[in-house]
């Protein structure tokens, strides 16, 4: 079941070539990081960003910037998160 | 007081130059449409998206994707918003 | 392309036969009530519950019900978009 | 039945005497604009909110402290209502 | 006071016989999903769907509905907590 | 960076002297237990709450009040937050 949604969510709407990459990752984390309510989807899309070749400054600077459209508490836990995953790819 | 408000969060914020503007604006687009709150603003943001040099295939694109983090709901305003836009522009 | 995700939507998700078309209709008037976001889907939605044979009686205790889970505000205007969408039926 | 749900949430919860007038209508002026879902019951509780004796600056300034919380989207469309509500209070 | 809220809401609200039980588990389940804020009574909602007769399947659908209107990560959280309920009653 | 973020948000918009200190922490238990996405901060502004010399009945009033506006599981895990940081306050 989850297979099939994850499949859905990945296979029809994120594998079209229109966007690069880097700035669906970028939009997927500004989305995330703004409704606050994924945070385990949040840190699994900062790490797809980081493979798909953003810098930790790049998704540190969304984030930031998320606190204008949806609030500073939204932002700071989502540079939280961004800690968490930066910390564990170090460690790794 | 409104002025004061958009200069707190235009200067101190978005004119930080760790992002591209076009990523930025991207960004922003994504959050207001998943949010929906904000029609004014996201259209907007679209329109400074344009002016930024973000074509109109990947504001749409960005869009869609919103449907997989906020629901098609969402993704369909978003898309209302920007056809009003783009098609705003070519009357003027 | 709003096509495209309707077509999604209701293709991929909604034709599933698992669960009758009633209580599918009585959900989505559910979440887009209390997410308060589309009040032009709730209406669409409202009216494709009564399509279904849903009774207005019902349609109204599921926008109710949601006071208690999203607050008044949104019960409260799930109840005017359903009594716009009764109204409009009995003129026609 | 909408008479039946503002009796409720009025008479069981808001006539308890445990706080002011004053800070209920400033808390609800607070959660409505952060909210962004119910403008016309935004634009009800500022006028609720100056009926009780809070001063147009009081509720701009609320409004304003929900930009740190809740975005700058949300704040402009709460001083945007309280505009509204103050023009038409001067008018009448 | 948590009591006196709890007789509220179910006193006052859910018991009105207007919708059946079940149904009213679902519509709760779907709105719960989407929102995404509430875990906990998520599950105990989800319990409650399975004590008033719903299948697993049937709840595993509405939440999957859920991806439609509210998001995939809505949709998954909601299926985790499905899960967690699932086994732990198949445990007990 | 996070200090940063503090910074802005405290020195910018909170410090104005329009509204006193116990009006302005009451509005943000409001808005942070309406939008429940943000758990730590509501237990931190409910402990600067009763700094500034709220008492905890008006604290636990306004997070009632928040069912009418945001929904019951919005003020039950609001007042599970509150009961937390009062008796750590007690143990302390």
């Keep these: 079941m989850a297979n099939w ?5 990945y296979g029809e709407v ?6 690069d990459l880097k700035t669906r ?4 984390v500004a989305v995330l990081t703004a409704m606050g309510t994924a945070p385990l989807q949040l840190k ?3 790490g797809g960003a ?5 810098t930790q400054e790049e998704i540190v600077e969304v984030i ?3 606190a204008v459209y949806a609030g500073f508490p939204a932002a700071l836990n989502g540079i939280s998160a961004a800690k968490e995953v930066f ?3 170090e460690e790794s």
């Design 64 to 66: 930031v910037q998320m």
């Design 50 to 54: 980081l493979n798909v070749g953003c």
């Design 87 to 89: 910390q564990n790819r």
């Design 44 to 46: 699994a899309h900062i």
């Design 14 to 19: 994120l594998s079209r070539d229109k966007l």
């Design 5 to 9: 949604i994850i499949e859905l969510a």
């Design 25 to 28: 990752q970028i939009a997927t």
